[in-house]
């Protein structure tokens, strides 16, 4: 059933540091639910399906918003939308975040969903999540005890579970420096092309090395497990060797074993096997005229 | 709806469709209709001033401006809100109903159910087989059993929750298989005969005998996934019962005049003490064109509470009242001689109906009868089965019934020319049963503008040059087809008009149009306004159209069967042209010219022989016409002439006239992900005559697009028993989970209109609503066979789909051998 939007309290904090002791203080009774865009929790809301009723409204805290560059890496406030990071001239240096960020949903979409609530709903189709893995993206969370950093890989514990505690609220991710040279591919496969959730998609990274060997691979996967995963067999069957129709074939042969997919109703789980294949030879082949071999 | 003689159908009669008793059939006495100088098709000043031109719809401002009027946006002093209790079992007894906790929550003002107006109602009169609300069994998730008035929609809700209803569950039915494996599984009880809700045959000519005497014959199993219309309205209405007794509904329907009727033979009321409106529509496609649960609940709350009582579906129950388009399956065996003529045809058709009837009788009939042009069909046979299965009832969509068998058809004539080794569009040519002609199954056809249609789409898309030319993942296809404008008959037998207009003018320089006539947004009020402006000289801003009021418009059957331009037009042609008549009399007899001189055009009477002298306002000739005739009005009205075949059943499927498309569309298909893209669509339509070609344009894309989502995208299916939700539930009753095309996945449509001026329609206007979709599925699977060498013969062709036909099948091989046939530079 609907939820009705009059039975519903917000708390408007004045800054971070008072949304931080208001959701703290809230964990007494009711938690607070943080709420940015509120493209996932409307949409919760209007199914029934969110149980809590009182709301921490983060547009106050400014914070948590701010696209900066220090020194080559990139932190991204969590308040962040999709439309101002695929915006941004900072940008120009991470492409994958850009071409995920114009994937998510439609433009209206795009300019209220955040970063942080991508990360925070923790959805396997995240279609942010997989550019987050290839770039070993770090997320910062802060609470009332203070501030932490966790690799974005750790924080994902298993279906919609993330290593936060319920006081913590998502401030920034961060972004390294994506290493000189690197190849860098971002693919989403939906239904249709605006308003649609992903089959599969992916973002993947390959930087060539001294002799032509690949030294640092990273294909990360999103609507094909319970989280957003890299597919380690494969990375190791490219790392350390040059590009070459063989690899590329024992990359594919590696991709099978560690990607199994989920079933549901939006595809069959032999059509995304077969998908992501299709994409990572597509990788491949764009990155480098050896892969074809 | 038979034609009243025992006449010897050409094939097997079919069972079933008895009169009952207490109903009289018609007489066949049709109401002559005037006879206009030059015919309909001329126009009344010398040139069009208006038809066939550019112009604004109506209402069209208040729309974009947010400031149009829909049912959800009326608000009643004390109106209460209300909610319908849905079934969770796909198929369950009703073992009993306990209302009493949602009636004492505060807020709470009534509550009924279906014991409280347990009359079956039905659209088709001789399948009248559904209840407002539920009585003693649910037949699909979403089936409506109880209705809560409260304070506001909240209150319902919790209320809802509070209703007890005891189920005993039976086995459900949820495919066509299932239906007919398992007739003591029984859906709806007033089938009759296990889940049987319709089966007819008719044969025309020696299909036997035609097939064996073809060069090629060609076997296909087609599946034709359905769909739903998805308007961006939701339904709703507003029902007031006042103290006198007399009830009013608003409601987003297409057909006020059929639910005016059902209203009051369900809540026991007479007829003349309801009364109907429709508020602007946002949209209906076929959704809104029979009674719903909301109606019914709404005007009996209303009766019960004393109060005005709104009802607004959720999205997800748009999803449940559904109506859409029939799965199903439809085995065909069609065969050509070696130079391209098509010699015979023999169908097979499931058609998986759902739940209830709605208008399932005429569908079952459409799946074979709207087959028979625009290629001459020597020889023809189809046996339709509908099924009653445990999901939501499937009736009209745009293209009701044709659509299904029009995919097979069309795509059987693309595997004949390839196993011939001919062009289809030259085949499609050679076919052409012609104008002024009989089909096979005695459908009379008028005008017919299809090889314009041919040409066009031929020349704009660049055929001769694409055709097997396009290097592989690439392709073109090509389909045809026929639609109704209109039937012949209204759906409750009586000796009626169709259509009817009462015009006024007024002294001011004002017109107003009367007629219960149905605008979903297809633009019929427009079409109104255009005429009298077009026959009295006015300026579109001095005509107002009242429509679809039961107490204040004369009766018009409603927006379906792509009836209303051609019928309602036809009514407002006549009745501006008495008031013309009468006008240009007066101006002659002043003036000492002969009336056929006088023209009203641009606000301006004159003679045409003297303007210069013999002129005055448009205004100032209503006033003389006025001084010399007493207060201004008309009338006309519609009926089709007696048109049809001479057996059972040979009157579904006519119509006073047929409009005609071919389609081509060019795909781009990606062989490793089995995405396909369609690129451009090119729809040639004969309408005709454009009465305003924006609108025109508007349908043929609209109708275009309509049939590429349900092509590539539109799922139609239903869930296992799992935890968490029923058996039989829909997969994704949302806007988000039912994929329907954005605009970023919309082709390149490209809009053809063909003008063959009809005859018998306004101005020699026909359909062009519906008719434009039909070719949009055929050509898309047979571009698709061009580009990848595998057929298309189940929908949607979705990436899934298309990967599992490149995999089974040798693609690339078929590929290369069509395209040796009519390879090499032409
Ligand atoms: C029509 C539609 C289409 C969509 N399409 C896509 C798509 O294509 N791809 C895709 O990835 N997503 C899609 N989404 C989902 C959604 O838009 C995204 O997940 C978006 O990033 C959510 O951000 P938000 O700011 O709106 O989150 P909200 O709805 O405000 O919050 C989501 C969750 O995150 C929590 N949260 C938010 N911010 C923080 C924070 N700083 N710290 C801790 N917790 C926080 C909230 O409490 C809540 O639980 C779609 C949604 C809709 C309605």
């Known amino acids: 059933m609907k939820t009705a939007i009059s039975t519903l309290a917000v708390e408007c904090p004045k800054h971070l540091k008072h949304a931080l002791t208001l959701l703290h203080e809230s964990l007494a009774t009711e938690r607070l639910t943080p709420l940015a865009g509120g493209t996932d929790?409307?949409?919760?809301?209007?199914?029934?399906?969110?149980?809590?009723?009182?709301?921490?409204?983060?547009?106050?805290?400014?914070?948590?918003?701010?696209?900066?560059?220090?020194k080559g890496r990139l932190r991204i406030g969590a308040l962040e939308t999709f439309d101002r990071i695929a915006r941004h001239p900072k940008m120009a240096a991470w492409p994958l975040l850009v071409q995920a960020a114009r994937c998510v949903g439609a433009a209206q979409i795009q300019n209220r969903g955040t970063i942080g609530g991508n990360i925070a709903n923790a959805s396997p189709a995240g279609d942010s999540l997989p550019v987050l893995l290839a770039y070993d993206a770090l997320v910062h969370v802060a609470s009332v005890r203070g501030e932490r950093t966790i690799p974005f890989r750790e924080l994902q514990t298993g279906y919609r579970q993330l290593a936060l505690e319920a006081d913590e609220l998502i401030v920034a991710v961060e972004l390294p420096e994506v290493p000189a040279g690197a190849k860098q591919f971002f693919r989403k496969v939906g239904t249709r092309a605006a308003q649609s959730i992903s089959k599969v998609v992916f973002a993947g990274v390959l930087?060539?090395?001294?002799?032509?060997?690949?030294?640092?691979?990273?294909?990360?996967?999103?609507?094909?497990?319970?989280?957003?995963?890299?597919?380690?067999?494969?990375e190791a069957a490219l790392l350390a060797h040059k590009p070459s129709a063989q690899a590329a074939a024992w990359a594919d042969v590696a991709l099978g074993e560690d990607l199994v997919p989920i079933d549901d109703i939006r595809s069959d789980a032999e059509y995304r096997l077969s998908a992501a294949r299709h994409v990572l030879a597509q990788f491949l082949r764009s990155s480098h005229a050896g892969f074809r071999g | 709806m038979s034609d009243g003689k025992p006449t010897q159908a050409p094939g097997t009669p079919p069972a079933g469709m008895a009169i009952p008793g207490n109903r009289t059939m018609p007489k066949e006495d049709r109401l002559t209709p005037p006879v206009w100088e030059g015919g309909r098709a001329a126009p009344p000043n010398g040139d069009f001033r208006m038809i066939g031109k550019r112009n604004r719809k109506v209402e069209g401002l208040a729309k974009v401006t947010g400031r149009a009027v829909y049912a959800d946006d009326l608000v009643l002093p004390r109106m209460l809100h209300a909610k319908l209790l849905r079934s969770i079992h796909a198929h369950a007894r009703i073992v009993s109903i306990d209302a009493s906790a949602a009636l004492a929550l505060p807020g709470v003002h009534a509550v009924v159910t279906g014991a409280d107006m347990p009359t079956h109602f039905?659209?088709?009169?001789?399948?009248?087989?559904?209840?407002?609300?539920?009585?003693?069994?649910?037949?699909?998730?979403?089936?409506?059993?109880?209705?809560?008035?409260?304070?506001?929609?909240?209150?319902?809700?919790?209320?809802?929750?509070?209703?007890?209803?005891?189920?005993?569950?039976?086995?459900?039915?949820?495919?066509?298989?299932?239906?007919?494996?398992?007739?003591e599984w029984q859906v709806n009880e007033k089938a009759g005969e296990g889940n049987i809700s319709k089966h007819v045959r008719l044969e025309f000519g020696d299909v036997d005998g035609a097939l064996a005497a073809s060069d090629h014959v060609v076997e296909g199993d087609y599946w034709y996934e359905g769909s739903t219309h998805a308007p961006l309205e939701p339904h709703?209405?507003?029902?007031?019962?006042?103290?006198?007794?007399?009830?009013?509904?608003w409601s987003s329907t297409q057909v006020a005049h059929y639910l005016h009727r059902d209203l009051a033979k369900v809540l026991n009321l007479p007829t003349q003490r309801v009364r109907v409106i429709q508020p602007v529509v946002g949209g209906g496609f076929g959704g809104k064109s029979e009674p719903f649960s909301l109606e019914f609940a709404a005007a009996k709350l209303s009766m019960v509470t004393g109060r005005p009582v709104k009802i607004l579906y959720t999205r997800e129950e748009v999803f449940y009242a559904h109506r859409g388009r029939h799965p199903m399956r439809l085995r065909y065996r069609t065969g050509m001689t070696a130079d391209g003529a098509i010699t015979g045809t023999d169908a097979l058709?499931?058609?998986?109906?759902?739940?209830?009837?709605s208008f399932g009788l005429v569908t079952t009939y459409y799946s074979g009868q709207l087959l028979t042009a625009p290629y001459a069909l020597p020889a023809y046979r189809f046996d339709s089965t509908r099924v009653f299965t445990n999901?939501?009832?499937?009736?009209?969509?745009?293209?009701?019934g044709s659509v299904q068998p029009r995919f097979a058809f069309e795509c059987q004539l693309d595997k004949l020319c390839e196993k011939a080794g001919l062009d289809p569009i030259e085949v499609r040519r050679r076919n052409f049963i012609g104008e002024r002609t009989k089909t096979v199954n005695g459908m009379r056809v008028t005008s017919n503008g299809f090889l314009e249609c041919l040409d066009a789409v031929e020349r704009e898309s660049g055929w001769a040059a694409k055709f097997r030319r396009m290097p592989y993942g690439r392709g073109i296809g090509v389909a045809g087809s026929m639609y109704i404008s209109g039937t012949n008959y209204c759906i409750y037998p009586n000796e009626m008009p169709q259509s009817a207009v009462q015009l006024r003018l007024d002294r001011s320089g004002r017109a107003t149009v009367m007629s219960g006539c149905s605008d979903i947004g297809q633009g019929v009020e427009s079409v109104l306004a255009y005429i009298v402006c077009e026959e009295l000289g006015l300026d579109l801003r001095d005509v107002r159209v009242v429509a679809a009021d039961t107490d204040l418009t004369p009766v018009d059957l409603g927006a379906y069967s792509s009836r209303e331009t051609f019928m309602?037009?036809?009514?407002?042609?006549?009745?501006?042209?008495h008031l013309r008549l009468k006008i240009a009399q007066t101006l002659a007899e002043r003036w000492g010219v002969a009336a056929g001189e006088i023209v009203l055009a641009n606000g301006v009477a004159c003679a045409s022989s003297d303007p210069g002298r013999f002129a005055i306002s448009v205004k100032e000739a209503f006033q003389w016409a006025e001084a010399r005739h007493g207060t201004l009005g008309s009338v006309g009205w519609y009926q089709s002439p007696k048109l049809g075949g001479e057996y059972r059943g040979g009157t579904i499927g006519a119509s006073p006239a047929y409009s005609f498309t071919a389609h081509v569309a060019e795909v781009e298909c990606d062989p490793e992900t089995g995405f396909v893209a369609?690129?451009?669509?090119?729809?040639?339509?004969?309408?005709?005559?454009?009465?305003?070609?924006?609108?025109?344009?508007?349908?043929?894309?609209?109708?275009?697009?309509?049939?590429?989502?349900?092509?590539?995208?539109?799922?139609?299916?239903?869930?296992?028993?799992a935890p968490g939700h029923a058996f039989g539930l829909h997969h994704g009753p949302s806007l988000l989970d039912y994929r329907m095309p954005t605009s970023l996945d919309t082709p390149e449509l490209h809009a053809l209109i063909v003008e063959s001026v009809d005859p018998e329609g306004p101005y020699g206007a026909k359909e062009a609503g519906e008719g434009p979709l039909h070719p949009s599925i055929p050509a898309i699977a047979n571009a698709i066979h061009d580009a990848l060498g595998v057929r298309c013969d189940a929908l949607p062709f979705d990436p899934p789909s298309v990967m599992r036909l490149l995999r089974a099948g040798e693609a690339r091989a078929n590929w290369e051998r069509a395209r040796a046939q009519v390879g090499g530079p032409r």
């Not at chain 1, 409307?42 to 560059?69: M, Q, W």
């Not at chain 2, 309602?568 to 042209?577: K, M, P």
């Not at chain 2, 005709?688 to 070609?693: D, E, S, T, V, Y």
């Open chain 2, 568 to 577: 309602v037009g036809n009514a407002c042609l006549d009745a501006a042209r």
């Open chain 2, 391 to 400: 999901k939501p009832a499937c009736g009209p969509k745009r293209g009701h």
């Open chain 1, 41 to 70: 929790l409307f949409v919760y809301l209007n199914a029934g399906s969110h149980r809590g009723t009182r709301f921490l409204d983060l547009a106050p805290c400014a914070e948590l918003r701010g696209i900066k560059a220090i």
């Open chain 2, 236 to 249: 709703c209405c507003v029902a007031e019962f006042d103290s006198t007794g007399f009830l009013t509904v």
């Open chain 2, 122 to 183: 039905g659209i088709i009169p001789w399948t009248e087989d559904e209840q407002a609300l539920c009585t003693d069994k649910v037949r699909y998730v979403g089936d409506a059993i109880a209705a809560v008035a409260a304070d506001d929609e909240r209150t319902c809700e919790e209320a809802l929750k509070l209703v007890r209803v005891e189920y005993e569950p039976l086995p459900a039915v949820t495919d066509i298989e299932t239906a007919l494996a398992h007739p």
């Open chain 2, 349 to 357: 058709v499931q058609l998986d109906g759902g739940a209830y009837s």
């Open chain 1, 207 to 234: 930087v060539p090395g001294r002799g032509g060997q690949w030294s640092h691979v990273r294909l990360a996967w999103g609507s094909m497990a319970p989280i957003t995963v890299r597919s380690l067999r494969a």
């Open chain 2, 678 to 721: 369609v690129k451009h669509i090119w729809v040639a339509h004969d309408c005709g005559r454009a009465l305003n070609p924006v609108t025109v344009e508007g349908q043929m894309e609209g109708s275009a697009y309509m049939g590429f989502g349900e092509a590539l995208l539109e799922t139609q299916r239903y869930k296992d028993a």
